[in-house]
């Protein structure tokens, strides 16, 4: 789909997870990179990279992904996903 010019967030992310349940961080870090590039306020692909991010062992890089995850929720409204990532992120901040 992507060769095929049929590139999206959420094919991105959705493959950015599967590489994460593969365990194949990289690429799943990729492709959830390329999903934020696609769509900065896809809040979705931010929370997914800061858990992989955070399992990977960079707590500060989860952390800045965590916030700016914050602000593309707060942005679009997804507040499910705001409470979640207030959560995280004072948790972070206190370690």
Do not use: C, N
């Amino acid at each position: 789909m992507i060769d095929g010019g049929r590139d999206s967030a959420m094919l991105r992310l959705t493959i950015g997870e599967a590489h994460a349940r593969q365990g194949d961080i990289e690429a799943a870090m990729t492709h959830l990179r390329q999903a934020i590039a696609l769509e900065p306020d896809y809040s979705a692909a931010w929370r997914a990279l800061g858990r992989l991010q955070l399992k990977a062992g960079d707590e500060p890089a989860a952390l800045e992904t965590f916030r700016q995850g914050l602000e593309a929720a707060r942005r679009r409204g997804d507040m499910q996903i705001v409470r979640e990532l207030e959560v995280r992120v004072k948790r972070l901040e206190k370690s």
